[in-house]
């Protein structure tokens, strides 16, 4: 007989972690996928696309066992009971030959990686940002995590945009400045070269993930001590620091949880989140398995 597997996923647009344990809760095997979203329930070709992912998390399965029961956490899920969530739930059903699927929020999911229901406040920077909570009887408290359009100020795409305005706002009052600006080399030298045209057809063509993707150069031109892109992630990690004192303050004093690819950065950032918070918050850093916290929801939920 082939080993029952309760399935945990963590998808979003980049790409789908998954992680499989057995009824003991043993770790059997995990691995990775294309990424998708709940927003690509909307969207004609990533909708389209979305079958042959699960077609491909289906067959990365096939050896390990059986799926009897999935869990995901999804970007671009708010409400694990509304009609796009069910969408998903059936096509993860179909793809996967099990019925026993619930679909929640990244979000709700990756605080399972970090706290028990009730215990703290997680503070995630990726491309975007957000504050969370979820309290005792299930339900998730926020700050922030209103997209790029509206905030996620300290997330990935916030550090590129607030680099590449400051080296433009430079360049209209000194054109051809930007060699003397160590932010500006590094950023011009990710994008290809220091045209306008460029850097406009990199903002406005590149989807959030690519122009996120562009802090990396930010925290190039850091670790050379440049001063702008130094203050800058100081100034990324005290936005983020504001979301969990924001939570702390309505929810009152609970331990601060900081994760995510932008607290890899720089030191700056981390520093930054700290100096924004309480002196006494406890505060800890780390990254998140949320596919192995979704799995081990899948067990505690369906295991019979």
Not at 40 to 59: F, G, I
Not at 99 to 111: E, G, I, K, Q, T
Not at 176 to 189: C, E, Q
Not at 190 to 214: E, H, M
Request: aromatic share 6%; glycine share 12%.
């Amino acid at each position: 007989m082939s080993t029952a597997l309760f399935v945990g996923l963590d998808a979003g647009g980049t790409a789908t972690r998954w992680a499989a344990v057995d009824a003991g809760g043993a770790l059997v095997a995990e691995g990775q996928v294309d990424g998708f979203s709940g927003l690509h329930l909307s969207q004609p070709e990533p909708r389209q696309q979305l079958p042959h992912t699960l077609a491909a998390l289906a067959q990365q399965l096939r050896p390990h066992g059986h799926a009897v029961a999935v869990v995901g956490g999804v970007t671009g899920i708010s409400d694990p009971a509304a009609a796009p969530t069910q969408e998903l739930n059936g096509l993860i059903t179909q793809a996967l030959g099990t019925p026993r699927v619930a679909c929640h929020s990244d979000m709700h999911v990756a605080f399972h990686a970090a706290f028990q229901p009730g215990e703290g406040v997680l503070v995630y920077a990726g491309t975007g940002s957000i504050a969370t909570h979820l309290d005792a009887a299930g339900t998730l408290h926020r700050a922030g995590g209103r997209g790029f359009a509206l905030g996620d100020e300290g997330g990935g795409y916030w550090i590129a945009k607030e680099a590449l305005a400051a080296i433009w706002r430079r360049e209209d009052e000194a054109p051809g400045s930007w060699p003397h600006s160590g932010l500006a080399r590094a950023v011009f030298n990710a994008l290809g070269g220091p045209d306008w045209a460029l850097t406009r057809q990199f903002v406005y063509a590149s989807d959030r993930g690519a122009v996120g993707r562009l802090a990396l150069a930010v925290a190039e031109a850091a670790e050379r001590h440049d001063p702008e892109a130094c203050a800058l992630l100081h100034r990324a990690g005290q936005e983020l620091g504001r979301l969990g004192a924001v939570l702390r303050r309505r929810l009152g004093p609970q331990p601060v949880v900081a994760a995510g690819r932008v607290l890899l950065l720089h030191p700056l950032v981390t520093e930054g989140l700290r100096a924004a918070l309480p002196a006494d918050c406890p505060l800890q850093t780390r990254q998140l398995a949320s596919h192995h916290a979704a799995a081990r929801l899948a067990l505690n939920a369906f295991a019979a």
